[in-house]
């Protein structure tokens, strides 16, 4: 009986050895599953990337209405103003949640002095109730456009451990809280003398 026992495990082991069927799926669960986090990173690295190109592109092509006076002349608020900044925009970003601030500045080594957008992961209100001051001919003005881009896989980075003690890889991409990535397009320029 002990022999018997024996023969069969030795046929089973060896078949085992020959048998090489199942030697692809386990590669691939190895490899896998990176490969599905570098191409979902870059993915997302990209996406953030053109919201940030698209934002900028955008506000300064409409900032070119205040430089011109067309925004003085036009009498445009604030609302109509965001209406020629959504109007450039791409689908892909909602513009209900894209906020302005157009400042006027006494020279230009003001406008290094931004408002500060992110208060510990939340737009800050100085951002969310922006001043609209688009000035007259001659004036320096800042025109500051936010955006909080969600980051659709934030909970890819958690699956990382720095050091196994539990702490969170960093997400580079959020930069605003644990999932948002603040965009922002900032123009600053002189009017032109309009009048």
């Known amino acids: 009986m002990i022999l018997k026992l024996n023969r069969t495990l030795n046929r089973v082991r060896r078949s085992f050895r020959k048998d090489e069927d199942g030697a692809t799926a386990i590669e691939f669960a ?5 490969f599905l986090f570098l191409m ?20 300064t092509n409409a900032a070119r209405l205040i430089r011109t006076g067309q925004a003085h002349s ?8 965001q209406n020629q900044l959504c109007a450039k925009l791409p ?18 080594a003001d406008a290094n002095d931004r408002t500060n957008a992110s208060n ?14 688009i000035g007259n001919a001659g004036d320096i003005v800042i025109v500051e456009t936010f955006y909080e881009w969600p980051i659709f896989t934030p909970n890819l980075m958690k699956l990382l451990t720095i050091n196994s003690n539990e702490t969170p890889a960093p997400n580079w991409l959020a930069n605003h809280g644990e999932d948002k990535h603040l965009v922002r397009g900032v123009a600053v320029f002189r009017n032109e003398p309009f009048d």
Do not use: W
């Open 30 to 34: 190895f490899v896998g599953a990176p």
């Open 40 to 59: 979902l990173a870059t993915f997302e690295t990209g996406l953030t990337l053109f919201s940030e190109y698209a934002v900028q592109s955008a506000t």
């Open 74 to 81: 036009g009498g445009f608020s604030k609302a109509e103003f």
């Open 91 to 108: 689908d892909m970003i909602d513009c209900s949640k894209v906020y302005i601030n157009v400042e006027v500045r006494n020279n230009f």
């Open 120 to 133: 510990d992961g939340e737009l800050s209100s100085d951002a969310t109730d922006g001043a609209f001051d």
